[in-house]
C-alpha cells in the first residue's frame, strides 16, 4: 500500500512539537548523566562558549524531566555557535521518521477499528466487554509505531553515516499505553543518549543510528508475544519520497556498497589450490544472476549455491590470497552492473569482554551481510579463534556467544538463503572449531597451496616479478595451472579415499558389497562411514548432495553474461532461470563418489588432527608428572 505524501505531512506539526519539547517522566528507565572527566586543579567545569545571539538557544534550561531534542541536537559538540548542515539533517530526519511512524499507526487504527473505538471511549461509550481488546489494539498500534519510527530513522539517516561507531547499551523506556506515549518514552531516552554519548559531529549520527538499531530490535522482541498485529506484521506499506518499504517488523536498509581498501588479486595469481580456486571463481559469478526484484537467485532455486563454506590449511597456503581474489571478482562484477556490493570481516578483535556484546556484534554482521539489497560476502577469518567450541572450558562467554549466532544464522529454523550473499570461514586449526559449527559449512575445500614442481616455479616466477635478469628456463609459466584441467585432476584424486581411516572403510565397503553404482550401494557406504565416526549425521549428507548439485552447476557462465549486464543479468527472472538449467550438467555417480570422499576425507582430517593434539598434550603431560615424582623421590631421599 502507498502511504500518501500528504497523510505524512499532516502529521508535521505534531512531530516538530515533539522535537521542540515536551514533558516526559521516566516509569522504567532512569535518567543518566554523562559522567564529568576529570581535572587538573584549578580549572573549571563550564563547558566551551556558546553564542548568546538572542533567539539562538545553544543550551537546554528546562527541568530534567523535559525533553528539547532540537536544543539537544544543535548543541552538539563541534560547532560554531550555528545550526550546521548535519545537524538539521538529523533534526529533518527525526520530524520525518515520527511523521511517518505517526501515519503508519493511523493506518493501522482504520485497518483494525482503533479508530472507532478511540472515539467510543473519548465519548463514554467504551462498554467494558471491549475494555480488552482496545488496549491489545494501543499496545499493538504503540509498537508498530515506535518500530516504524526506529526503522525509519535508520533507512533515511544510513545516508549520513560515517565509520564512527557508538555502543549505546541497552533500551529500557519502551512504553506500551499508547503511540504518542511511547513516542514520548523513545524520545526522553534518546536525549539520555545522546547527552551521554555525543561529544562530536561525527558522533551525532552515528549514536541516534545505534540508538534506532536497538529500539527496533526490543520491540520486535515484544512484538512477537503481542496480539492483534496482524494488521501490521503482514502489511507492506511503501513511502515514495524515500524510497522506504515497510514489511511488518523486518528491518528496511538502503542498497549501499562499501568501498574496499584490499588489495585484490587476479585468478592467475593463485598458485595451486585449484579446487578451491575453481569454486570461489564459479561463486562469484553465480552471485551475479541474483534477481534484485524478486530477491531470490535462480542458482539457490535450482539447488547448487554455496552460502557457507570452508577452508583450511597450513600457515601460508593462500587462504587470504583466495579473499582477496573473490572479493576482487565480485567487486569488480558489481561495478559492471551497477550493484551495490558489501564486504565484511569478523574478526578477533570483535569479542568484547561484556556480556552479550560480542553476540551483538556477530549478529551484526551477519544482518549486514544478509540485507537482500546488496549482493554481500562475509568472511570469518581464523574461526578457530573466533568461535568457541562448547565443550572447551577455556572458550570465552564472547567466543560461546559468537558461535550461537553463527549456527542459527548459517542454518537456524529462521534462516533463508536467497542466493545474494555467501559466507567464507577460513582456518589453520579446523579441528578446533564447534563440530555443529563446522558442519553448517555447505562445502569444504583443502587450502594446500603450491604441490608439484610446477607449481613451485610459477609460485616463484610471479612473487620475483619482471626486475630481474635470471633466465626462466625449460618451463611455460602456468601451463600446469589451467583451471579446467587442474579441477579435473583435483576431483578425480577423490574417486578414493586420501585418509587412511576412510581408506579401510571404503575397502570393507568395496569387499562386501562390490561397486559402488547404485544409490543403495552409495548409502551403505555413507551408514559405514557414520558406524566409524558418529559426528557424520544427515547434516553430512545433506553437505554432500548439496556439493553434487554444484558440481552439477560446474559449468561455464559465458564471459560476456556478466560483462554486458543486458544479455543476462538485466533479463526477467525466469529467463534467466531457464537460461540457467539449459546448462546444468546431469549428476552421475562419479559425481557423488568424489563428493562423499571429498567431504569425508575432510572430517576425518579434522577429527584425526584433533585426537593428535589431544594426545600430544597427554603425552607432555604425563612426562611433567613423571618427572615431578622423580624429582620429589630425589628430595625426600
Known sequence: MELRETDIRTHYPAALAMLEGFDHTPRIASARTR???????????????????????????????????????????????????????????LRRSISIALAVGEAFSGATGLDALKRENLEGRLGQARSMEFSELLTAEALAVLHTFANATTYILSTSASEAAVEVGGVDEILTDNAHLGLHGALWELDQVLERFVDSEEALVATCLAYAEMLMEKVALRARTAPRLEAFAEATYRVEADNFLIQGFAPSRRARGTSLSMQFKKPEEVI??????????????MLMAYDFGRKLNPFAELGGFIFTFMGDGQPGTGKTTLIQMMAGLIHGYCETAGYPFRYRNFSIDQIDSYQGKSGRNARAFVNDILDPNVIGFGTLDDIDQIAGKRSDSRSSTGQQEVTAVLMEAFAGAGTVVRGNCTFGMFSNYPENVDDA????????????????????????????????GIPLGDHDPNSTQEIRKAVTQSFQRHERP???????????????????DTVASLGRYLKAIQLVDQRFTGRAVKNITDAVKVRAMDFDMPDEWVEEPELFLFRPYGEKLAMIDELRRPITVEMVIQEINRYADSEFRYSEASDEAAISAAVREMGRMEEARRRHSERRS
Not at 595451486?272 to 559469478?285: P, S
Not at 608439484?452 to 610471479?462: A, G, W
Open 272 to 285: 595451486g589450490n585449484h579446487i578451491a580456486k575453481h569454486q570461489a571463481m564459479r561463486l562469484a559469478r
Open 437 to 468: 559449527l563446522r558442519q553448517r559449512a555447505g562445502t569444504r575445500f583443502l587450502v594446500d597451496g603450491p604441490q608439484t614442481r610446477e607449481d613451485y616455479i610459477d609460485i616463484l616466477h610471479l612473487l620475483l616479478g619482471g626486475n630481474h
Open 35 to 93: 559522567p564529568e572527566p576529570e581535572r587538573s586543579t584549578g580549572l573549571g567545569s563550564r563547558r566551551k562558549f556558546r553564542s548568546t545571539t538572542p533567539g539562538l538557544v545553544t543550551r537546554s534550561t528546562a527541568r530534567p524531566e523535559g525533553v528539547r531534542l532540537v536544543e539537544r541536537i544543535q548543541s552538539a559538540e563541534g560547532g560554531d555557535g550555528l545550526v550546521s548542515p548535519l545537524q538539521a539533517t538529523v533534526c529533518q530526519c
Open 498 to 516: 586420501q585418509e587412511d581411516t576412510l581408506r579401510r572403510v571404503w575397502e570393507s565397503v568395496k569387499s562386501e558389497g562390490g561397486t559402488l
